[in-house]
């Protein structure tokens, strides 16, 4: 049995955990990871990625700096959040403000530290990249619309270090990239249905709040169905291998999306929306490795 000390250390492991969103940040570095391998460098031998230093530190400050993008979100949204998200904020609480503050200014120097090991410019646009999720959480949050873009283009991100790192410019990157862009975008917009009364109650001037749930949700499914065109643009254009699968079960999800966000009109409905996109951009993850299923055994040596 653990002793009470040991128990409340565990609480708070568990807290900070989830307040840097761990599960989000291993699954950003894992998508990275499997971006450069069978994307952004497919001649290059496995090991060679795999085992490839910078790379390496390119994804560690990527991860260190979501986490403490995490971390300052959390600071600037604990009240909406508390209303919003009552029982995660409970468990958020458990660490003090002043340690969230004081590990996020530590995450944010290993990360610059991890970026100095490869070059100078990685340096500088992790630090921008700091200072634009602070920017974000403190100032462009509130604004409608331009909040939610910001957010988005700040998700994608990392993949923009690890793309410019291998100075591939094939079409099909930028393809995937509008994807996932989209994709969570409209995500972005759900989070905002989903959390109303927060930002009713801290006056957070969101899409909903300003111009209505209906206005919102047509622009939601304005962004969902932009979407199918990279899915097709995929399917029909470009040598994807079996995700090709993966971009039909997309569309197939995207139809169901829109027939129940038509329908949808509680805070209920609009969590099992956001889950849906959630789930989507999960297997997008995974669905990497159907580009060439033989590709890992092949590349070993």
Known sequence: MLSRKNKLVLLKLLSLFSVVRGYNVLMIALAQYLASIYILSPSLPLRQV??????????????????SGY?????YDSEKDLINKPRKTMLDRLVSQRFKLTTYFVLNFLAV?????????????????????????????KIPFIGNFISSTLAIAPFFAVFVYYKNFEQVI???????????????MIKDLENMKGDLAQ????????????????????????????????ITKFHIGFMNYY???????????????????????????????????????FSILLIDIDLVLNRIL
């Open 50 to 67: 795999a085992l490839d230093l910078n790379l390496f530190a390119i994804i560690l400050a990527s991860t260190l700096v979501i986490a």
């Open 71 to 75: 971390i300052i979100n959390n600071f």
């Open 113 to 141: 530290f991890a970026a100095s090991y490869v070059s100078f410019k990685a340096v500088l646009f992790f630090s921008a990249y700091i200072f634009g999720i602070w920017f974000y959480s403190h100032k462009l949050k």
């Open 174 to 188: 930028f393809v995937h990239a509008m994807f996932l862009f989209l994709l969570i975008l409209a995500r972005e």
């Open 203 to 234: 006056s957070y001037t969101t899409i909903p709040v300003l111009y209505g749930v209906n206005m919102s949700k047509t622009m939601i499914a304005g962004l969902i169905l932009l979407t199918l065109i990279p899915s097709l643009l995929l």
């Open 247 to 285: 971009f039909i079960g997309c569309i197939i999800l995207f139809i169901l999306f829109l027939i129940l966000l038509s329908k949808a009109n509680s805070k209920k409905h609009f969590v099992w929306l956001h889950n849906i996109l959630k789930l989507i951009i999960i297997a997008g993850v």
